[in-house]
């Protein structure tokens, strides 16, 4: 798919605090959206290293839109490969990979040697049934070899967006696609012998970030992202800029369809984010230009009210509300904004000037998904989850700043094999099983009862004696 350039605007906070990111975000906005580069590279076996030449066993795809690649880290594991019975890796029972190697600790917990890293191969499905299918047999990533008919260069791999249906935002790890050429080599290597591969997900460093977000204001997808983002943003205010943007488009029609657009002209629509419920294309398109005037009203000295405001917006004016004055409505944002500290006279005016202005540039800018976001003019690839955007900003600073220690912890990719086993242990004690905690608490209730019928024995023996002397 060909990456068009995306223009940007100072009005939507292109910069006005410091020169530094001003700059920065004028030059991400300018050039082309890059893709953040997905490396695998070889560590194991040495033959296998060499069958790369050149490229000394690096291998660059394409990043899935879903899961959580380990930005910021690179990170070890073993490939393993199962041939497909005739389901194309679809299926759970289509093909057997060996279980991750596994070692006791001191503690006697049992940890991951080495992820499991998974290989399968392109076709039959979708690319998020292959990877849900891969996780249930324990993958900590999965990479997926290009069908066998293609014919697609590594280079023309790196431009594909690999994209994801309604069940990706449950996958919980990375996925990359390389190219047919490449992934026969891993798969010949992996049935053979094993094969050490490590996981680098590179963010381009720069002193400054600039970190781009394409949204709806309609969308309870990106309220639940904004709520969660919205501490880590700011902790990392002084060091990073935010550039909101809001998936604006034309419907090429002289009938608008449902109101999802401004006027029956349909040149400025939006998605209706309640099918048949009462909010419109329209009202969202309305809402859009209210969140720009608020960002560029409070942006250069209280951001934190504009996130105050975008992150409460659908808890206080939900979607299914029935009232005006508690419903998506200007009524109910106006209240709103009042609540957070935002002067409403200077949005509405902001909106009577500029309304017609922001809905072009939001048309011009449209990115490779409604849910996008860009870093430092590099494209994200991955779930739009708080932690893993956190993490990916933090590895974006050629020296990360203080904050990052704390937000951005090192990813653990068995911590949910970590958890599975717990619940494995605490079903199995639900099902007849005495775990050691329950055991230690019926002991102990044993003994507890066994010293106090000593207790009252002794008692009991003691009594018996005196009374007996006093007999006689």
Known sequence: MPRQPIACSAMHGCGRSSVLPLLLTWWSCLLPA????????????????????????????????????????????RLVYGESHGEQYCTEDDYNVPPPEEH??????????????????RGGCSFVTKVQ???????????????????ATASQIRGQIVGYDETGS??????ILISRQEGRKLIDAAKLRQVIVELAWDVPSENAVVLDLWMSSGSRETSSFLKQFASKRAALEKYMKFVP?????????????????????????????????????RMVLEEDVRQLCIHET??????????????????????????????????CAEQLMRKVGIEVDAVQQCIVQTREQKLQ????????????????GWRYSGALDADSITRALCASFLEKPAP????????????????????????????????????????????????????????????????ALREE
């Open 34 to 77: 890059r893709l953040v580069n997905s490396q695998v590279r070889v560590m194991a076996p040495e033959s296998l290293v060499n069958a790369f030449g050149d490229s000394n066993g690096r291998i660059e795809g394409s990043t899935s839109t879903f899961g959580a690649p380990f930005y910021g880290d690179r990170i070890l594991g």
């Open 104 to 121: 006791k600790t001191l503690g006697q917990d049992t940890k991951v040697r080495l992820i499991h890293v998974i290989l399968v191969e």
């Open 133 to 151: 299918v891969a996780r249930k047999k324990k993958a900590h990533a999965v990479i997926i070899v290009d069908s066998e008919s293609s014919k």
């Open 170 to 175: 449950q996958i919980d790890i990375p996925s």
């Open 245 to 281: 943007h809001y998936h604006v488009f034309s419907m090429g029609s002289t009938k608008d369809f449902n109101e999802l657009c401004s006027d029956v002209n349909a040149h400025y629509c939006a998605e209706d984010p309640d099918s048949t419920g009462p909010v419109t294309g």
């Open 298 to 331: 409070v942006a250069e000295h209280t951001p934190s009210r504009y996130w105050s405001y975008v992150s409460q917006l659908l808890d206080e004016c939900p979607l299914e509300g029935k009232e005006e004055s508690k419903s998506f409505s200007a009524a």
């Open 361 to 376: 540039q939001q048309l011009q800018q449209t990115a490779w998904s409604p849910r996008a976001v860009r870093i430092n």
């Open 404 to 467: 990052c220690k704390r937000l951005a912890e090192p990813m653990n990719p068995s911590r949910e094999d970590e958890q599975d086993e717990d619940d494995d242990d605490d079903d199995e004690s639900a099902e007849g099983g005495v775990s050691i905690g329950t055991l230690s608490v019926c002991l102990g209730v044993v003994a507890t009862l066994a010293l106090c019928v000593l207790y009252l024995y002794k008692r009991s023996l003691t009594r018996h004696v005196h009374s």
